[in-house]
């Protein structure tokens, strides 16, 4: 049976240390790191995520401002508000909570705020400098990946990786900072030939598809430590993962599962570059 990773207790762990460090930062500067998360409109699950944030940044000893803004938002009202956000020196990190209302510019957007307050790490600035292994802030869910296989131990360097799905978000920076670690990366899509083929070979298999249970037994190689990131619902309404976890557990050396894997990570990474940001801007 494989070990199940516990994103819950990791995240925990994680975010105690990360209490800490903002207490002796606040000590050494007489400055609180702070977040600011705008959100357009009242999708139900964003509206959740968006919670979940400030409840996060509260709870570490953060300073939190939740900018909630109509559906009807302009992109120029939005622009606007990011444009004093950016100027406002109790903030330290930036979020737009995505999606965003079709009539707004998602790029445009992204590419307002601050490269060294974007907490996200989308800014195309933050992008390169993840490309070229000289950054400061990484995108949160590829980067709770790590974290997880860190914890855990996993060895990634001379290790066969794969990544299914190369989203900007997920696939791609996953598949970056798997090949910074010396792992043999390989990156699969909807256009690849023979998937079970390739993730046969994976020591350690990342899926990023956004299908449920897509990842079966016979895709996986026995001992492979596996990641689900996806978060699905399934035909019952239940939330699943892009792995069908009850097989796959069979056959797996170690997994994460869903809930309660990769998911209290991502939060936990957002307070990590909100801490980061606040560093950087104060030279700590
Ligand atoms: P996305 O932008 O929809 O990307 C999905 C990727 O999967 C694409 O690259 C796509 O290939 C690939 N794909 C789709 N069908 C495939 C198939 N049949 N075979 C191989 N590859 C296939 O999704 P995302 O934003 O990366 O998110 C992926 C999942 O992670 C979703 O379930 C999402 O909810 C979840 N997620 C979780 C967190 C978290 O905090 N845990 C954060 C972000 C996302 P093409 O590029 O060829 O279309």
Redesign the pocket.
Known sequence: MATIIDGKAVSAAIREEIAKEVETFKAQTGVTPGLAVIIVGEDPASTVYVRNKHKACLDVGMFSEVRRMKEETTEEELLAVIDEMNRDDKLHGILVQLPLPKHIDEKKVIRAISASKDVDAFHPENVGKIMIGDYDLLP??PA?VMALLDYYKVEIQGKECVV????????KPQALLLLERNGTVTV?????KN?SEVTRRADILV?????PR?VTADMVKEGAVVID????RDENGRLV??VDFEAVEKKASAITP?PG???P???TMLLKNTLTAARVALKK
């Open positions: 949160c869910t709770g299914i799905g190369r989203s900007n978000i997920v696939g699969c899509h909807s256009r690849t998937l899926a990023a598809v956004g299908r897509f990131v996806g978060i699905n993962g892009d869903v894997g990769v998911g990570m991502t939060i």
